[in-house]
């Protein structure tokens, strides 16, 4: 016989009524094409963005959670996963009613660091779907330093060592070691969390996961690609997002940086369909690697 319990948590979650669009991706990876692509299909990802569109409302609460989950970890089922799940709900009512929006309105939010408490941010809104962005380990590492590599703010304090660790590296290396370097750890530690996460919590429905490369490649299948994703009539694309190719797949293979950059990330990286020698791009409708 079923458990009566575990009926009633599904049914619970079957008519829950906050169903946001995670958009995820490491700081740096190109996630302000997420939004304008999300932007364009209809999806409010609230009332204050920043330069990168990033979704602010969120911040105190993600990076609060993100600290906390990397530093003890919050189980599920426990008090402060309790905790938190009331609070995110809370935020997004928040956001909502300041927007004068209905719950069940496409909406979502786009933050860097929500990588780093993705398993907590789905038990709060069950009925998540999520967009993941990922980009080629060696181009993603060599360029500037996102928050999460720096030991300059209170995430990055927590995250970086962390991922040190979980690399298998010395944390007391850190202060030796040249930037890209504390982007690659960054990188393999957030994106292979979360494609665990994904595979692991969410049904192949209701997650989509793309890669930077191909977005710039071709920008109107994915904008296609992310409605019928979103379930959304696609609506056509009024301005094609400006792309910087010079940021996009180009590097020096003789350099010695990338070989020690794949040495960290390249598990992860072959896993996501990467090839050593640079990004690799696949055909729109080619399954996607989780």
């Known amino acids: 016989m079923a458990d009566p319990t575990m009926q009633r948590s599904r049914s619970d979650v079957a008519q829950d009524p906050l169903e946001p669009i995670i958009l995820l991706g490491r700081g740096g990876s190109g996630t302000r094409l997420l939004s304008a692509f999300a932007a364009s299909n209809g999806i409010f990802l609230g009332n204050m963005l920043n330069a990168t569109a990033d979704s602010v409302e969120w911040v105190q ?5 993100a600290i ?21 709900r809370g935020t997004a009512g928040r956001i909502l009613s300041a927007a004068g929006l209905p719950s069940d309105v496409a909406w979502g939010w786009k933050l860097p660091e929500t990588m780093l408490a993705l398993p907590q941010v789905l038990r709060a809104f069950p009925r998540a779907r999520v967009v993941h962005l990922v980009r080629h380990p060696v ?13 300059s703010n209170p995430v990055g304090q927590v995250v970086l060592p962390a991922a040190y660790v979980a690399c298998g590296l010395n944390p007391k290396n850190i202060e030796f070691d040249e930037p890209y370097l504390h982007n690659a750890v960054t990188w393999t530690y957030q994106v292979g969390n979360v494609c665990r996460a994904l595979s692991k919590t969410l049904a192949d429905e ?12 071709n920008p109107v299948e994915t904008h296609c690609e992310l409605g019928k994703f979103l379930g959304k009539n696609v609506v056509p694309m009024n301005e094609i997002p400006d792309i910087d190719w010079a940021r996009v797949s180009k590097f020096d293979i ?9 040495s960290i990330c390249g598990e992860v990286a072959i896993a996501l369909g990467y090839a050593k020698d640079g990004p690799a791009v696949r055909s729109i409708n080619a399954p996607h690697p989780i």
């Open 68 to 88: 906390e989950s990397t530093t003890v970890g919050v189980d599920a089922g426990s008090t402060r996963d309790a905790y938190w799940r009331e609070r995110l």
């Open 139 to 151: 181009t993603s590492s060599l360029r500037r330093t996102h928050m999460t590599s720096r030991l």
């Open 206 to 217: 209701r997650h989509l996961q793309l890669r930077y490369e191909e977005i710039c490649a």
């Open 254 to 262: 003789n350099d010695e940086r990338p070989e020690r950059i794949w």
């Open 61 to 65: 609460d993600i990076y609060e959670l």
